[in-house]
């Protein structure tokens, strides 16, 4: 989710024409359709929490653990091994991730036991936070070979487009299978367990471009690095990328089974539409917004974000429909945008050779964000209800938005 902007900017080793089946333009939206398929695979559970609430008995507490687990996986996946593509090779690392996709498919399929749920969830985890900082890098080096003297706006467009996308299709093909098809805790993961080999096939057809290394260089994890300089504004974007996670964290994990259980609507299919627009809303605001100012987009994101889930929670809590929709639409445009804004902001506070290292701590604070807030929801549900932990939850975003706030938009 989102990590595709770490390898944009912690460059990469020369292009190589490399082993081919296809040409680089030809190559290029294999890699897209594969880095689509994994995110859309990886949202795919999203409608289907309430039926397993149903079909298992599972609380909301256990939902939270296992979508907990999914970001444990991308995170450990991301600071281990998320950068050594770069002298590996893209392809002899987006395989081994995409393979990790099919396996997470085949645990699902096998069965719907909690631990087999949360194991499913980590291998996920694991094959997205490879995929992510690969298939981005490996788009702009075959579109680079492709077409050499354009811009990377196309391959850093289908790259956020193919991220975030993703994440909005898959949710909403889940929850119409689902819905319209028998078995709806295997018919999604048979279909995406297809394409997903089928993805496969495709990226192993793909030029690599990027030439090994005659001598591998040691192995090390990512590095994390936090400029000296700006420590604070620093912090104050990783907040804000923490604060922006954690609001699509809560829509890929309990928002539907509020829509299920709390505002009454149990249609699979519109939970995976819940995901859908909240997620588009996302992508769509972080293009439609790209070039204006860096403030303005933190200072948007902001606002969006928490009038959006004031609004979310005062739909749960007056059990309207259209209400929890609209400002779930306003609060992922606000998180999608605010994001883009917290990645600008760390990469001018960095300097060129940290910059990876750098956002690595971003990213680090972001899934950080993805995961304890929703699992604090689903703590707070063993005691009190679900709309009051959805209150707290605002009630603290609105007081972290402020803070940030005061920090990130102040004129130096």
Avoid: C
């Avoid at 392809?91 to 995409?98: G, K, N």
């Avoid at 090994?212 to 804000?240: D, H, K, L, M, N």
């Avoid at 604070?365 to 209800?385: C, E």
């Amino acid at each position: 989710m989102f990590v595709s902007s770490l390898d944009r900017f912690t460059g990469s080793r020369r292009p190589a024409s490399g082993t081919r089946a296809v040409g680089h333009g030809a190559g290029f939206w294999l890699i897209a359709a594969a880095f689509l398929t994994s995110m859309a695979f990886s949202g795919a559970p999203t409608p289907l929490w309430a039926v397993y609430q149903q079909h298992d008995h599972l609380s909301t507490f256990t939902v939270t653990v296992a979508f907990a687990a999914y970001a444990l996986g991308v995170v450990v996946s991301l600071f281990l091994a998320g950068h050594v593509s770069d002298w590996l090779g893209r392809r002899r690392v987006l395989l081994p991730a995409v393979s990790l996709e099919v396996v997470s498919a085949a645990i699902f399929l096998s069965s719907t036991s909690l631990p087999l749920l949360i194991v499913a969830r980590m291998v996920s985890g694991l094959g997205v936070g490879l995929i992510t900082a690969t298939a981005t890098a490996h788009l702009a080096e075959l579109h680079l070979a492709a077409r050499p003297n354009a811009s990377r706006v196309r391959a850093d467009l289908v790259a956020t487009a193919a991220n975030l996308g993703g994440l909005a299709v898959g949710p909403l093909v889940s929850g119409l299978l689902a819905q319209y098809v028998s078995e709806p805790l295997r018919t999604p993961y048979l279909v995406f367990l297809g394409l997903l080999l089928i993805s496969a096939v495709g990226v192993a057809l793909v030029p690599e471009t990027v030439e090994p290394a005659g001598e591998r260089p040691p192995y090390r994890p990512q590095r994390v690095s936090v400029p000296r300089a700006s420590r604070s504004t620093y912090f104050a974007a990783s907040a804000a990328a923490g604060a922006a996670f954690s609001v699509l964290g809560l829509f890929t994990s309990l928002a539907p089974g509020f829509v299920a259980v709390t505002l009454h609507h149990p249609s699979r299919a519109l939970a995976g539409l819940v995901a859908f627009l909240v997620f588009g809303a996302a992508a769509t605001t972080q293009m439609v917004l790209a070039r204006i100012t860096v403030r303005h987009q933190l200072a948007t994101g902001l606002l969006l974000m928490t009038l959006g889930i004031s609004g979310v929670t005062a739909g749960v809590w007056l059990a309207n429909l259209a209400l929890f929709l609209t400002m779930g639409i306003v609060a992922g445009a606000g998180a999608g945008i605010l994001f883009k804004g917290a990645v600008t902001t760390i990469v001018s506070l960095a300097p060129a050779h940290a910059r990876g290292e750098a956002l690595a701590g971003l990213f680090l604070a972001a899934y950080v964000g993805l995961a304890i807030p929703i699992l604090g929801i689903g703590v707070a549900t063993r005691f009190v209800s679900d709309q009051a932990a959805l209150l707290g939850f605002a009630v603290a975003l609105a007081a972290l938005n402020a803070t940030v706030a005061g920090r990130l938009l102040r004129r130096r």
